[in-house]
């Protein structure tokens, strides 16, 4: 969905380096999320954030950090990056209103990020 | 426990015949569940979702899925495959009880419609 964008789109990185990568949504939901996917696990929650002052742990934090700099920006950093955080990351937003809980995700593209 | 399951890996049809990607789910409370499609280097997009009412739900590029919830399950249909249709295909239920603020996915189908 081109109103929701990632970036960069590839990474490569090195074994302790640290990797932030960022999203940027146009489309004014105030619900925000990371995800990663790896071949054969789908997508796994890593964070995610309802509004500015509110950020949550997924199923597989640790390693992660987010900060959530406005509405429409969620970044996801890797402190310390190792090899099995090699993988894709998706960013998606949904929105509160209107359908509220019901209401379907917008995904950006995907970052695939690799450590060395 | 909430959960989503993909029992096929892949799904093979020739074009031109009907399609079924099968799903089921394990939830508390009532389920909101959606179906995603992602083509290569892209992210997912909305394909459609069950949150009450009829059990057959339309959606975009002519699919459709079936809400059982005796069986706990939501699979995917169309008719008729195209080859446009071989994606990678996810499966997704939100609980409307409990953790509803979170999407469980499933593991995802990769389906092969061949000319």
């Known amino acids: 969905d081109a109103d929701v964008t990632q970036t960069p789109r590839n990474r490569i990185t090195k074994t302790g380096k640290r990797i932030m990568l960022e999203c940027s949504q146009t489309?004014?939901?105030?619900?925000m999320y990371w995800y990663r996917q790896d071949p054969g696990l789908g997508l796994r929650l890593i964070y995610y954030?309802?509004?500015?002052?509110?950020?949550n742990k997924g199923e597989i934090s640790d390693g992660y950090s987010v900060s959530r700099q406005a509405q429409a920006k969620f970044s996801l950093s890797l402190e310390s990056a190792i090899p099995n955080q090699t993988a894709l990351y998706f960013c998606?937003?949904?929105?509160?209103?209107?359908?509220?809980?019901?209401?379907?995700?917008?995904f950006g593209p995907g970052t695939r990020l690799t450590v060395l | 426990a909430q959960s989503v399951a993909q029992p096929e890996d892949q799904v093979n049809v020739a074009e031109g015949n009907p399609l079924t990607v099968k799903c089921t789910y394990s939830?508390?409370?009532?389920?909101?569940l959606f179906w995603y499609v992602q083509y290569p280097n892209r992210g997912l997009q909305f394909l459609l979702k069950?949150?009450?009412?009829?059990?057959l739900v339309k959606g975009s590029y002519g699919f459709e899925a079936e809400f059982n919830k005796s069986q706990t399950s939501f699979h995917l249909k169309k008719p008729s495959a195209l080859v446009s249709d071989s994606a990678l295909y996810f499966c997704?239920?939100?609980?409307?009880?409990?953790?509803?603020?979170?999407?469980?996915f499933g593991s995802g189908t990769k389906l092969n419609v061949k000319p």
């Open positions: 939830v508390s409370g009532n389920p909101y």
């Open positions: 489309k004014g939901h105030d619900r």
């Open positions: 069950y949150i009450t009412g009829d059990n």
């Open positions: 997704a239920v939100r609980d409307s009880l409990y953790n509803f603020n979170k999407f469980y």
């Open positions: 998606a937003t949904s929105d509160l209103a209107a359908g509220g809980d019901a209401n379907e995700q917008f």
């Open positions: 954030s309802f509004d500015v002052k509110d950020i």
